[in-house]
């Protein structure tokens, strides 16, 4: 089973920046895609942006095209989602999960393993 612990999270203002971390604690997570979810207060968990295996593959939800990127070290065991111009509509906790295979834009129920999440707050 992969454990997955994100990190990074914390309190920015409007048009900053963070940067989120993924980081694994099996080897095969190499072979992962890895996918970041996002879920506001009282709302679903949302798709955010997915990497295949090598990194050769991305995506976003159009809401963060442009300011979010998505990268992986695979030598790390890390995943990372850069995000900038951060907007308080960004506030969420944010989850970083994995699945076999890459697919894209995909739903939480299509993940095999799950992180606990990293806090990210947007101030105006």
């Known amino acids: 089973q992969v454990q997955l612990v994100e990190s990074g999270g914390g309190l920015v203002q409007a048009g900053g920046s963070l940067r989120l971390s993924c980081a694994a604690s099996d080897r095969t997570f190499n072979t992962y895609a890895i996918y970041w979810f996002r879920q506001a207060p009282g709302k679903e968990r949302q798709f955010v942006a997915a990497i295949n295996w090598s990194g050769s593959r991305t995506d976003y939800t159009d809401s963060v095209k442009g300011r979010f990127t998505i990268s992986r070290d695979n030598a790390k065991d890390t995943v990372y989602l850069k995000m900038n111009s951060l907007k308080p509509e960004d506030t969420a906790v944010y989850y970083c999960?994995?699945?076999?295979?890459?697919?894209?834009?995909?739903?939480?129920?299509?993940?095999?393993?799950w992180g606990k999440g990293t806090l990210v707050t947007v101030s105006s």
């Open positions: 999960a994995s699945r076999r295979y890459y697919a894209g834009n995909s739903p939480p129920v299509d993940m095999e393993f």
